[in-house]
């Protein structure tokens, strides 16, 4: 199965990694694509807006690179792991909603150029992010 | 916690449930921009039953006197509103709609976070007897700016003002021509069963369901305010520029607002409104600033679908009420300029 469901409503696809702050990283030789889950899409409600980080820009894991505003709150989305930002999702300055339609696709924010490829095992596999959405929503 | 009579209905249309006052409600459907679109171009209907519905019987003249607005010489059915209770500092107590049903029976819609404090200041202040209807009925706003074709196609006349109607068999308590968005409608109070019956036909007609997030950007175009964020105990109508009273008549905190017409205001509220373009939303006690003077605080703000830009409320000092003028609202550390403005938005 490509996908889990969490809690009825949540999905988490196996394809790529996660982490506990709700990003995804969806790697690709050395190129991680990042953006939020679904779950983080959810509970911000309706995003209005994002904040792009700057192309070039070395990055560490755990920075803070972008800002999701949502009706909401506004969150801060930090890079999963350390790099080069190469490339930004800019149809997101006219359509931050697409990040609600489709989180884990058209929705994507920033991709990096992965420096440390050890970082990756820090992340969270999909059925590990899963067991924490189910303890941040009561499940277990 | 409290939860909508109608959840199990919303469920089934998708309904996004979060908690508003104590309450699990219906927060969006869709996308808060598409209901709120569908209000401003066809029609939507809302889930208002966290609000509080309260009966009052006794004396006219002891509630009169509780009410800014003059109560006593409107017409039987009747809606007199929006209005306020004032304490004697002539802060809000709570902004309400009233009806006159009889010159002994009235009704109340208060905030949802205010219920409970209205029926005690009521008892408090006056030998009326309250009666609390909230959990006997449920509410429904169906508002929109073709909301007539609707209405009419459900077969729920266009009615100003009806008490204890029928409507498929069933027992309507209250239909009212009124809301909170700008545009024309109806608020309906009646037994979950037929409001749930209400909005089946709505549904099947085209009316889209609207949660309350949508309900939240409706209300600040038109600039109306929202208890707890944009009026308090702490502020009068004056500085919340909210013409609920009326002078000619005595009522609790009307002193202290004669008084505060002839000094004059410290601070107002004010209208802002965000370059196109600009997605960043004011929080609720930023600050409003010019050159690195604060002049004011942030108290509500959203994002337009219609206008597509970020609109706001605040208050400022009033020397610096400069409508027209670009300010700066400091969002995150960063300064965002907004143009200070009359309402309303749209």
């Known amino acids: ?37 679904d779950y983080a899409q959810k509970k911000l409600r309706d995003i209005v807006g994002v904040e792009l980080p700057e192309i070039g820009r070395e990055v560490k894991a755990g920075d803070a690179v972008a800002v999701v505003e949502s009706i909401k709150a506004a969150a801060d989305i930090y890079s999963p792991l350390s790099g080069k930002i ?47 959405i189910k303890q941040k929503e009561g499940l277990v | 916690m409290f939860s909508t009579p109608l959840l199990d209905i919303e469920l089934k249309l998708n309904a996004d449930i979060g908690e508003f006052a104590g309450w699990q409600m219906p927060m969006k459907y869709t996308s808060y921009q598409e209901e709120h679109m569908a209000v401003r171009s066809s029609a939507a209907f809302f889930d208002i039953s966290h ?39 002539a802060g809000f107590v709570d902004d309400v709609m009233t009806y006159k049903i009889s010159d002994n029976e009235f009704l109340i819609v208060t905030n949802a976070i205010n219920r409970e404090k209205v029926i005690n200041w009521i008892k408090k202040n006056s030998s009326l007897d309250v009666e609390d209807l909230t959990f006997k009925y449920v509410m429904i706003a169906i508002q929109g700016r073709r909301v007539w074709d609707y209405i009419e196609k459900i077969e729920l006349q266009p009615l100003e003002f009806k008490l204890n109607t029928k409507f498929l068999g069933e027992d309507v308590f209250l239909v009212s021509r009124s809301g909170w968005t700008g545009e024309d409608g109806v608020e309906v109070w009646g037994t979950p069963e037929v409001i749930a019956k209400i909005i089946q036909r709505l549904v099947a007609r085209g009316v889209k369901p609207a949660g309350l997030i949508c309900r939240d950007s409706i209300r600040q175009e038109m600039g109306f305010v929202l208890y707890g964020e944009d009026i308090d105990e702490n502020i009068t109508p004056l500085e919340a520029r909210y013409w609920v009273f009326s002078l000619d008549k005595d009522f609790i905190g009307k002193e202290r607002l004669i008084e505060q017409l002839k000094t004059g205001v410290d601070k107002v509220r004010v209208g802002l409104k965000l370059k196109k373009g600009e997605r960043s939303i004011p929080r609720k006690g930023n600050k409003i600033k010019i050159f690195d003077k604060e002049i004011g605080y942030v108290t509500s703000s959203t994002f337009s679908p219609y206008l597509n830009r970020v609109i706001g409320m605040g208050y400022i000092n009033s020397k610096h009420a400069l409508f027209g003028y670009s300010v700066d609202i400091e969002i995150r550390n960063k300064l965002v300029e907004a143009k200070i403005q009359d309402f309303p938005f749209i």
């Open chain 2, 51 to 89: 609000m509080g519905r309260l009966k009052v019987s006794g004396k006219i003249d002891e509630f009169d006197y509780l009410i800014a607005k003059n109560f006593k010489s409107s017409q039987n059915n009747k809606m007199v509103g929006p209005t306020a209770f004032l304490n004697d500092k």
């Open chain 1, 1 to 37: 199965m490509a996908e889990i469901i969490v809690g009825g409503k949540y999905r988490i696809l196996r394809d790529r990694y996660y982490t506990e702050t709700d990003e995804w990283v969806l790697i690709e030789n050395n190129i991680g694509t990042v953006g939020i889950t």
């Open chain 1, 86 to 132: 190469i490339d930004i999702n800019r149809k997101l300055v006219d359509s931050p909603e697409l990040i609600n339609k489709d989180p884990y696709g058209d929705g994507w924010i920033f991709k990096i150029e992965i420096s440390n490829k050890n970082e990756i095992e820090k992340l969270l596999s999909a059925e590990k992010y899963s067991e924490l």
